[in-house]
């Protein structure tokens, strides 16, 4: 999943993107609300975590500009105001949920999970297709009677995959939704993720086939 975090306090900001990486996200990085504002005019964002208090506005003044645009890409905002009206306020121009700082890190990680799910449809942390089952909060791939563990950056890509089975992805979706722009890589690196997606595939009833000269797809054997 790629994220966009909107916080101008730098330490705060480190500490955020750093926690999601380890959960195998690219977060991208904005400390203003006209850089965020770059950032969501060139990139689609699964998720974005939004400060109140930024250095040039409110930050609810990005939230009311994103939801006029009619972006539906969910939204937390994090606040240091406790005030009911502060938090209804947000909510009713349209974000997903908020939290109030100073938060717990193991809080904001669930609160995401839960934001994201709501988006997908789903009440569970679990994706079925074709006799196989992701569980992102296990960090595991099931089929057949077997429990595969899977790595961060695996389990992110194959969240890509089970969200559109039977759709072709290319590289460069790929990337996108795996990579921040801080990322160094090529698509060289999508293949290398492919690859080691298949060997955790191995026996499964799903594979992902290559589609020559535009991408990869997640298909039922």
């Given at each position: 999943?790629?994220f966009l ?5 730098p330490?705060?900001?480190?500490a955020?993107a750093?926690r999601?990486s380890l ?6 990085r904005?400390g203003?609300?006209?850089?965020a ?5 060139v990139?689609?964002?699964d998720?974005?975590?939004l ?7 409110d930050?609810?003044?990005f939230?009311?500009?994103?939801r ?9 905002v994090l606040t240091?105001?406790s ?9 009713d121009?349209?974000a ?6 100073p ?5 904001l ?7 994201l799910r ?6 569970r942390n679990?994706?079925?297709?074709g ?5 992102s ?5 099931r089929?057949?009677?077997?429990c595969v563990?899977?790595r961060n950056?695996?389990l992110?890509m194959?969240e890509?995959f ?8 290319s ?11 801080s990322?160094d ?10 690859a080691?997606?298949?060997k955790?595939?191995a026996?499964?009833p799903?594979?992902i ?12 054997e």
């Open positions: 999943m790629r975090l909107i916080e101008d306090n330490k705060l900001s480190q955020i750093e999601l959960d195998g996200h690219a977060v991208d904005a203003t609300i006209r850089a504002s770059d950032c969501v005019a990139t689609e964002y998720l974005i975590l400060d109140i208090m930024l250095p040039d506005g930050g609810r003044s939230l009311r500009a994103h006029n645009s009619a972006r539906d890409t969910p939204v937390i240091a105001r005030e009911v009206s502060d938090r209804v306020g947000s909510l121009l349209g997903d949920d908020y939290i109030t700082k938060f717990d890190f193991a809080e990680e669930a609160r995401c999970r839960a934001v709501r988006r997908g449809g789903a009440a679990e994706r079925a297709f006799g196989a089952v992701l569980d909060l296990r960090a595991e791939l089929f057949g009677g077997r563990p899977l950056r695996e992110r194959f890509v089970f969200a559109a089975p039977n759709r072709v992805l590289k460069a979706h790929l990337m996108e939704r795996l990579f921040s722009f990322d890589v090529s698509e060289n690196a999508i293949e290398v993720y492919v080691r997606l298949r955790r595939l026996g499964a799903v594979r086939e290559t589609v020559r000269g535009l991408g990869y797809r997640l298909v039922a």
